[in-house]
């Protein structure tokens, strides 16, 4: 496999991995990024730790839906990460997603 195959492959996997979000985004109450991952979930539990001076995050997902080009089963029931960096949590403004009524004229 030559790297223009590799590259046109991966391309490939990242559209349908949008597509799929597109798809899905809708069933969801929060978008959450992490410094490894993007999540998209509909209940969220975020716990701030501090020891010995360091600070690292703890958070639990439900009913989750993780932006990952090669997993296969992206719909999980519940998520537990670690993260040492900072957590952006977002709740979803079902208007945004949905489409205008009536289109400027």
Known sequence: MSAEDLEDYEAELELQLY???R???????YVVETERRFYLANSVDLKAHHDSGDVYFELTLRD???WDTYRT?????QVHVLS???VNIEEIAKSDLEPPSSLPR
């Open 19 to 21: 597509r799929e979000y």
């Open 73 to 77: 089963a992206r719909f999980v029931k």
């Open 23 to 29: 798809d899905v985004v809708g069933l969801f109450t």
């Open 64 to 66: 989750a839906w993780v």
């Open 84 to 86: 040492f960096k900072d």
